[in-house]
């Protein structure tokens, strides 16, 4: 199983990102999938989680801004981030849970400037 993240960079606050996480397997054999963010020197966070019966959930900070969403004909998670802030900088992973177990991407790096 191989999850890959794109579509981070640099962003002005107040400006949007869509990252993109795609999968080496139907989106609909992970029971749940989900976006996190790691900032150095602070524990990784639960941004957004996408479930079997396509219900979503956010985290707080970035409730009414984030979407995340899933295009199963291309395998495919994303994570839509509108009117962005310097705090949403971070490397985002996305998760999928299948067969038991978690699996990772590698990341990708959003910095938002100011």
């Known amino acids: 199983v191989q999850l890959m993240e794109s579509g981070g960079g640099l962003v002005q606050a107040g400006g949007s990102l869509r990252l993109s996480c795609v999968t080496s397997?139907?989106?609909?054999?992970?029971?749940?999938m989900g976006w996190y963010r790691q900032v150095p020197g602070k524990e990784r966070e639960w941004v957004a989680g996408?479930?079997?019966?396509?219900?979503?959930k956010y985290g707080d900070s970035v409730q009414g801004r984030f979407t995340i969403s899933r295009d199963n004909a291309k395998n495919t998670l994303y994570l839509r981030m509108n009117d962005v802030k310097p705090e949403d900088s971070g490397v985002y992973s996305c998760?999928?849970?299948?067969?038991?177990?978690?699996?990772w991407g590698q990341g990708t790096q959003v910095t938002v400037s100011t």
């Open positions: 996408i479930y079997s019966n396509g219900a979503t």
């Open positions: 998760k999928g849970y299948y067969w038991g177990r978690d699996w």
């Open positions: 397997q139907s989106i609909f054999s992970f029971t749940a």
